[in-house]
Each structure stands twice: as C-alpha cells, then as structure tokens.
C-alpha cells in the first residue's frame, strides 16, 4: 500500500499515475481546497504530525511513502523523513522541473538574505508574490519600506495578513490583477519570489518582470532533507515517478514500463560524449525526457562506444533486451548518423527523406537537447538487421536494421498504445505513397488473400490493423484518406458486427446470441450449440445460403464503421479461412 503526501499539481499528476495501476492507495492532504478525482485512491484529509502518520501506516500496511508536497513544505519534509525512518519504509520524492539558475536574477539563500539583498540593492518598493505565510519572515523590510502582498482573496489568508500587522491597504490579490498589471499599477523597483518551479508559475513571472525592466528576487526552495537510515528516490515527473514504485514496490502494477529505442539511444550518446569530454565512465546518466522531466538510464561502456540495454518492460516488444550503441567523437556540428543495424528510410512519408537513417524526430531532438557539444553521434545496434525482420519495417520502406523511435520516451504497458502508433505512422506511409487507396486487414494471412484483389498497389498502401479497427478507420479519416478497404475474417467481424470496434479478446468475446439474430435475419435456421470458434459457421451454414449471411455480417459492421470515416468511402470484406473473399459489390472493388 501507498501513501502519497500531495496538495500540489505534482500531487494531482502523482495521483493519476498510481491510478493506473488499479490499486488502491491513501492520499493525503492538509486541507480540502484541491480538487481532486481519485479512481482508486483513498482521500485523507487533515495535517498529521509524526506519530499520526506512524499510527496511519501501520494501521494501512503502508509500504512506501510518496512526498509530492510543496518544495518548501519544509516540515512536512522533515516529518515524512522521520517517520520512514522510524518504520523502515522507503521514499519517493516527487518534485517539480525546475528551471536554471539564471544570472540576472538575485538569488536569496532564505528570506533573512533576501532581506539583506533588498537593502544592498536600494529597493524601497517592493511587489511580494511569496505567499501569506511569509509576511512574518519579510516583517523587518515591510515595517521599513513600502511593500505590497499578492494573498489569495480568501478570509483565512486575510486574517493571518493582518496578525501579522500588514496594512490592509497593501494587500492585492490573485483575482483581480494578473502580475503584469500589478507591475503597471504599483510601479514597484521588484518583486520578489519563491523558487516555485515550472508548475508553479515561476517562468511565466520571470518574464513578465524582465518584459518591465525591474529586478527579479528568488528565495530559494529548500534542499530535501536526508537521512543514511532512509531510501530516497527523487523523480521529478509521471514516468520517473512510475518506474521508482515498480522498483520499489514491485507488486503494485500488475505490468512495468520501458524504455524506447530512442531514450536507450540518447542514454548511450549521453554517456559517450561524458567519456569523450571527460573521460569518466558513470554507472548510469540523467535523460531528459521530451515532457522535461529527467530519468537516469543505466549504461555500460565498450571500446569506443556506450551502451544500453533496452528493457521493454511487460510490453510487448520484439526489441527487448538488445544492446545499442552509441560512439562519439568531436565535430564542428552537431550531428546524428545511423550505423550497423540502423534500417535507412527507402520512401517517402517519414519525418526524414528517403536516405537517411531511421532515427525519428523526437529521439534525434532528445539527443540535441541532453547534448549541449558539438559532436558526432554515430548509433548502432548490433542484432538490428536480424530484429527488423520481425518488425513492421519491411512493410514501411524501412530496410537494413530497426527505428530508433519513440514520443514519450517511456513504453507504457500497454501494447494497445505501441500498437496504435504503429498504425498512425503506416497509415501515415500508406498515404505519403501517393496509393488511390489504403487496404487495411487484420494480420498477414488476410492481407494475403486481399493482396490478390489489388495487385498494382504499392507494399506501403497494405496495413494491419490487428483487434483496433476504430482506431484505424479515425486515423484515415484524420489523414483524409478517401478509400479504404478494410478485409475482415469471420472471428473479427461477428464482434465487429455486434459494435465492438476493439476485437480484442480481452474486451469482447464472441456473441452467440447476436450470431442467431444475424443467421436468423438471412434466412438461416441453424442449432448454434457446440459452437466454439466463428469460423466453424462457414462449414455448418449451407453452401447456397454463404453470401445471404456474408451480406448481413457486413452490413452490421458497415453500420458501425462507415461513421468513422464521413468523407471517405469503405469498402468491406469478409474473408474465409481458405481466402474466398464475399463483397456486397465485387464490381466495385
């Protein structure tokens, strides 16, 4: 069980991760003024100090604390260290990105510095975006210059302004005037802010102050306190966050991600380019991921190269478990090229012209923005030629090894979304191949026989579709393909008829009920018990009565698929397991 400490957008984020495992788990917070949406989570709502939290988890079977707090909930910090001290639980800290410490802002180590800076630098009218509960620590500059307080607009914040002396008339608020304003109508020489980080706002309020020409304060977040006794993994984003609790609490997700080619790729030129410019060998490196969150990637070092190995996680994945590699050496430019078992693209379509190496646009970006030198990169993968024999490569125009690819950086465990994008991106060939029309089927043996039907297309206009034909016929219509033939075999297409657009087993089972219906609408008396598998119906339905029912089952998936697909036209057919192909108009295929 998890125990998640939030209140914050990390918390939120951290909330719909552990979601997705299906698993319940307990969500605290200080107050209720969040709102929040919890599918197996637990809310708790109310502070705890340090023996309530020590009674809550042994109460619950906690077994692995999550801190997605404030960064500067410094006693909230504190606790949580104790108490997974104090019951030998590990930690997971959920922080926010944030950005470099840029030169012309002022950094203050705490508010007393910030104080001292404030005067060295002659500010005498200050804007402080800090917070309610910094009015106490910033009391020694207020009482002595003018200084306003952007508060939120709530009585329980006003109350505490005004304990603390603040004049009621320098209180300004969230909702009536953005920072820019504030600026335009207060006229002040600062502001002063917390280190909030990205999702705090904290870039957009930089800019704003730098657009106005005044000077920017910063105090500061506090460093995450520590103990020898106490694990502590720090992520910093959703993915990092995932993979430390299938590390650390295996048996929480029923299934693990993985890592893409592409962040296996950049991992590996990371750690070449460290032993190039420094000649240190680390166990492991920091990738940025594309959403800006940072994961450490182990990796190992050959001559002349780095290395990693590609861990799949329970997708499935035919590239699981091979090594790729990255050399590096010194250039004027920065530079990505393909090597041994990296396919070439061979037709149009890609992010990149026929000729170049299949290296996509996201990993070649991931690569440029963890890579700051100009160097070479060379990527290879030893066991590529072989691996892409089994791969949807020779059907794209991909010849001579495999793609380094991915998005997100991370596979999630679930092959409908590899699956899928896979799709997009042969649809996305399919069209780029200039066809009049794209033939989509569900596996090899079905196109086979379709193939036949359409023997001047192009190998790029044939696409599988495997159980998500609703996702295939949207991404035709997204990418304004105007025919499609969609060949479907009879154990896909009484799902299908029955308004199952995913067949997958997992989702939808075969409908006997519904089959009789569709027997009965043909014309067709026939004892469907025994039945095990659809395709036994070609045998047991009389050879006379074969199209009748063919006609019904299409229509039914007509009426379902044609939708998805409003300004094109679809052409559907039903394939026997010997490939006789039944159309409602061959003539017109």
């Given at each position: 069980m998890i125990l998640l400490f939030g209140g914050t957008t990390e918390g939120r984020m951290a909330a719909k991760v552990l979601d997705e495992s299906g698993a319940v788990y307990y969500y605290s917070t200080k107050g209720n003024l969040q709102e929040i949406h919890l599918a197996h989570g637990?809310?708790?709502?109310?502070?705890?100090?340090?023996?309530?939290?020590?009674?809550?988890?042994?109460?619950?079977?906690?077994?692995?604390?999550?801190?997605?707090?404030?960064?500067?909930?410094?006693?909230?910090?504190?606790?949580?260290?104790?108490?997974?001290?104090?019951?030998?639980?590990?930690?997971?800290?959920?922080?926010?990105?944030?950005?470099?410490?840029d030169n012309d802002l002022v950094w203050c180590r705490d508010y007393d510095d910030a104080i001292q800076q404030l005067e060295e630098h002659g500010i005498s009218r200050l804007l402080a975006l800090t917070g309610v509960n910094t009015i106490a620590k910033l009391k020694p500059y207020w009482q002595a210059h003018e200084c306003w307080f952007r508060i939120l607009n709530r009585e329980d914040s006003q109350h505490l302004a005004l304990k603390a002396g603040f004049p009621a008339d320098h209180l300004v608020y969230y909702e009536k005037d953005d920072t820019t304003a504030l600026i335009n109508r207060l006229h002040p020489q600062a502001i002063i802010t917390k280190e909030s980080g990205m999702?705090?706002?904290?870039?957009?309020?930089?800019?704003?102050v730098r657009q106005a020409g005044i000077k920017a304060f910063v105090v500061e977040r506090p460093h995450y306190p520590s103990s020898p006794d106490v694990t502590i993994e720090h992520v910093n984003g959703p993915y990092g966050l995932r993979r430390a609790v299938e590390r650390l609490l295996p048996e929480f997700y029923p299934l693990h991600s993985g890592l893409t080619t592409g962040t296996c790729a950049t991992a590996a030129a990371i750690a070449a380019t460290i032993r190039l410019t420094t000649g240190m060998t680390p166990d492991e490196v920091p990738v940025i991921l594309p959403d800006g969150e940072t994961i450490h990637v182990p990796v190992t070092y050959g001559n002349g190269y780095a290395s990693v190995i590609k861990k799949a996680g329970d997708d499935p994945d035919v590239t699981n478990g091979i090594e790729i590699r990255a050399s590096v050496e010194h250039s004027d430019h920065f530079e990505i090229r393909g090597g041994e078992g990296v396919g070439r693209f061979t037709v149009p379509g890609f992010d990149y012209p026929p000729g170049e190496p299949a290296i996509n646009k996201a990993p070649r970006q991931m690569m440029r923005d963890n890579i700051k030198e100009n160097v070479c990169i060379t990527i290879s993968v030893p066991e590529g030629a072989t691996i892409a024999r089994r791969t949807f490569n020779p059907r794209l125009g991909i010849e001579g090894g495999i793609s380094i690819i991915g998005v997100s950086g991370i596979v999630k465990p679930f092959s409908e979304e590899a699956f899928v994008a896979s799709i997009r991106k042969c649809m996305q060939v399919a069209k780029a191949s200039d066809s009049d029309r794209v033939v989509i089927n569900s596996g090899g043996k079905s196109e086979r026989f379709v193939k036949a039907l359409y023997p001047d297309l192009p190998q790029q206009a044939f696409v599988e579709y495997g159980n998500y034909i609703g996702e295939t016929l949207k991404i035709a219509s997204e990418l304004a393909i105007r025919n499609v033939t969609m060949g479907v075999m009879l154990g896909k297409a009484v799902k299908l008829a029955a308004g199952n657009l995913d067949t997958h087993s997992r989702h939808t089972t075969m409908d006997k009920e519904f089959i009789s219906q569709m027997l009965h609408e043909a014309g067709i008396d026939l004892d469907l018990s025994g039945l095990t598998l659809a395709r036994e119906l070609w045998d047991r339905i009389p050879q006379e009565k074969l199209q009748d029912f063919a006609s019904v089952v299409i229509t039914h998936c007509t009426h379902y698929c044609s939708p998805l697909l409003p300004n094109g036209h679809l052409t559907l057919l039903l394939i026997t397991e010997e490939g006789t192909i039944f159309s409602d108009n061959m003539d017109n295929i």
């Open positions: 637990v809310h708790v709502l109310g502070a705890m100090d340090t023996p309530g939290m020590e009674a809550f988890c042994r109460e619950h079977n906690i077994r692995l604390l999550v801190d997605a707090a404030h960064p500067f909930a410094e006693s909230l910090h504190r606790n949580v260290i104790e108490l997974a001290r104090r019951i030998g639980l590990p930690v997971i800290r959920y922080d926010r990105i944030f950005p470099p410490h999702s705090g706002g904290f870039a957009e309020k930089i800019e704003t």
